[in-house]
């Protein structure tokens, strides 16, 4: 998704004057500096060392560490690394081993490192080279996500609706006698036409892992009265 609120490219990847660009140059429309995550995944690198007002010159200091100035990099699912560059002197949110969410504020853009202007320096990776970051930074494309494998739990099964869904810690089995059940809560397919979630993995049950809004991540079994089905009623798929 959009690295910054409404980003407008004001440098683009690619050849330009002084070599290869290997980033995006961004500004927000609107003025807003927040800079966005673009896609879940991990810190792997935070640097918060040079004051915006540091002017570095690139023939005299030629020591290219320092031009990114303040940045952060994301690893993400799919071999792909995203990596934000002259952020504000004090303004990350992060720190590295954090997980983030597409879209969380991670810092905001600033003008440190070898830049001529408050803007934010955009780049991506994919197994490690440099590709064209521009589609992802202005939220026009997302990563692939091929190996991410999803569970549907259809809303009907032979024509009856499902309405018995339940979900249960991960630490506790679907049930625990004939007539008692560790469910904390309902999914209702049948309401919403089918519901989708990504795949986690499984438990020694053999029951799909999914991570839920209101449940956070639990197990799911459909539970009959005294029973549990473990048939793998709930279809698993990668998105194409
Ligand atoms: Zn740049």
Known sequence: MEVLEQPKVTSPYGDR????HRGVDLISKVGNRNVMATAKGKII???NAYQDSEIINPTTDPSTQKWGGNRIWI???GGYQSRYHHLKYNSIRVKEGDAVEAGDVIAEEGESG???GVH???EVLKNGAYIDPTAYGLGEKNFEE???QYVNFPPTVNNEPITSWRVYPLNQSPRYG???DHAIGKLNPSKFGGISYELKGYTKWNTPII???DFGKVHVALANLATVTNTPIYEVYQKA
């Open 178 to 180: 004939k007539n008692f």
């Open 120 to 122: 934010l320096d955009f």
């Open 146 to 148: 091929k190996n991410v």
């Open 114 to 116: 070898y830049a001529t």
């Open 211 to 213: 991570e839920t809004r």
């Open 17 to 20: 004057t002084g070599g290869f």
């Open 45 to 47: 690198k935070v640097i």
């Open 75 to 77: 690893e993400h699912e």
